[in-house]
């Protein structure tokens, strides 16, 4: 006996016609305020960041690849002002100094 089907053989997925791009990275988009813009922030899963690494512009430590994180850029701006975070950091934003401490054998990146 086969599983039984949901779906009729021949109908469209459903995801291909009303899926929005930021489904394609596994994760969700959304807008928040943050320093008085509005900036879309978009949920990346870790299975769409294979082979990649990022620098979070909160802790200026390395994002390793396939680690799920945080895109956000301001709304009105383009794709080069794009940043990725770790989600810890994105959520301390607010609670982080101006200026970011380093030990004294860190690299300055």
Not at 75 to 95: L, P
Not at 98 to 103: A, G, L, M, P, Y
Request: aromatic residues 8%; contains cysteine.
């Amino acid at each position: 006996m086969s599983p039984r089907r949901n779906r009729p053989k021949g109908a469209p997925s459903a995801s291909a016609e009303q899926s929005d791009r930021s489904d394609r990275y596994g994760g969700w988009q959304t807008s928040e305020s943050w320093q008085g813009e509005v900036w879309s922030v978009r949920h990346v899963a870790g299975a769409s960041a294979e082979g990649k690494t990022y620098r979070c512009p909160g802790c200026a430590q390395l994002i390793p690849s396939a680690v799920p994180h945080v895109v956000a850029w301001p709304e009105h701006a383009g794709v080069d002002d794009r940043r990725h975070w770790h989600k810890a950091c994105w959520n301390a934003k607010d609670r982080r100094t101006t200026r970011v401490q380093r030990s004294r054998n860190a690299p300055r990146f």
